[in-house]
């Protein structure tokens, strides 16, 4: 027996007793612009190269998933509320059957709480894409807060160990549960970089059908307040009364979409475009086409669609939120917004200066690889199931 085969054994042998479990209320058959969907389908995809068998437990179908040898449970056919799904979540693990050795890997704290509840001798591990009790706050009042606040702190105490995406989640968390630093690890967010990689503008924008236009700037993620696309409307409207060769995009959906439609609509924004669910394909094509993508986000966790503008070529302009401070450098490779007041003047600057950047920035993401960032979570599940 050769060393390859004798890996390849190895690896079988070891697959018989990793099992893993997703938790996720994302569907996989929608691929947009959603970075914890990114991260489920990357790291799902990353474990079965390397013999893991993973089962997912998420909302609608497995959509290309269903190409891999994943079992896939359906907690409900649609997305809702959090809420909603962790109620149907409940319902779902009272009748689920786990191996006692599956590792139940949760993508928000409150997640895993049925799995407390039901399966308690099983390990548990959560990834913490960054602080959704703030989001539950602004979004339900400080009421729902508490009591949200009070199913994460029940369950990552009862969590082996604790994922935090970004420098900045790892030491929120450490702060407001210092009793809990100890399961805290820091484990960056992977990104397909097989996958996205820079496409020419010319040729993306002619794919998209935008090729008339000179410039284009990109906002993709949810359309949900604490992102305040609100500000990227304003900002874009002081650069369309000078500049009518600009285009601005805004790719995804949300709860409070049809109010940032109304605010485009009050504003008279003409040179403006709105795109739903977009595929994995089009993402990539959105992002090559682009000068910059802009995040104006209060928090974020990462946020992965910077990571993937990167990766195609394409300066970011953010607010210093999640990992942006330890990848964007300004002026390298986009530009970093203390002052949001000068969002407006940094995406003219960035017209003017993408061209120049382009070159900078798939080297500033090439160690986000899910290939490296697998391993890397593949020991902690180890460890975890060492403690029992």
């Given amino acids: 027996m050769n060393a390859s085969e004798n890996d390849d054994c190895k690896t079988l042998l070891w697959s018989e007793v990793m099992q893993v479990a997703l938790v996720c209320g994302v569907d996989p058959s ?35 998933l269903q190409n891999y040898n994943v079992d896939f449970y359906a907690v409900q056919d649609r997305a809702t509320t959090s809420f909603r799904f962790l109620f149907n979540l409940m319902k779902t ?25 039901f399966h308690p001798r099983n390990p548990k591990v959560v990834t913490l894409h960054g602080s959704h009790s703030d989001s539950v706050r602004l ?25 935090c ?3 900045s989640t790892y030491l929120h968390f450490k702060d407001k549960y210092p009793s809990l630093k100890n399961k805290m690890r820091l484990v960056y967010i992977g990104i397909d970089t097989e996958f996205f990689n820079p496409i020419p503008k010319r040729e993306a924008r002619k794919k998209l059908g935008l090729g008339n236009w000179k410039h284009i700037i990109i906002y993709a993620g ?53 795109l739903s669910v977009v595929t994995k394909s089009e993402i990539q094509l959105l992002l090559s086409c682009a ?12 946020p992965t669609i910077a990571m993937e503008a990167l990766a195609c070529g394409t300066p970011v302009i953010s607010t210093p939120v999640g990992i942006i401070p330890e990848i964007v450098k300004s002026g390298i490779n986009g530009y970093i917004v203390t ?46 199931s060492s403690k029992g």
């Fill in 222 to 274: 949810r359309l949900v307040k604490e992102k305040r696309i609100d500000l990227i409307l304003k900002a874009f409207k002081q650069i369309e009364t000078t500049n009518n060769e600009t285009l601005l995009v805004i790719v995804g959906g949300g709860r409070d979409e049809d109010e940032i439609k109304n605010l485009a609509t009050k504003l008279s924004l003409t040179n403006l475009k709105f």
């Fill in 139 to 163: 979004n339900k009042g400080e009421i729902v807060g508490k009591i949200y606040d009070i199913i994460e702190s029940f369950t990552l105490k009862r969590t082996s160990s604790i994922l």
């Fill in 291 to 302: 000068d910059a993508i802009v995040i104006t986000s209060i928090k974020e966790g990462l």
């Fill in 339 to 384: 002052d949001i007041d000068e969002l407006p003047r940094i995406m003219r600057k960035v017209l003017v200066t993408s061209s120049d950047m382009t070159t900078n920035c798939p080297g500033s993401v090439g160690r986000f690889s899910w290939e490296l960032k697998a391993k890397e979570i593949v020991a902690i599940y180890n460890e975890t």
């Fill in 30 to 64: 929608k691929e947009g612009a959603s970075g914890v969907l990114s991260y489920v389908l990357g790291l799902t995809k990353a474990l079965i190269k390397i013999g893991v068998i993973v089962k997912i437990i998420g909302i609608g179908s497995a959509g290309s």
């Fill in 165 to 167: 995406v970004s420098k």
């Fill in 93 to 117: 693990v009272l009748s689920l059957e786990l191996s006692k050795n599956a590792i139940i890997h949760a993508q928000r704290p409150d997640d895993l709480f049925p799995f407390c509840v």
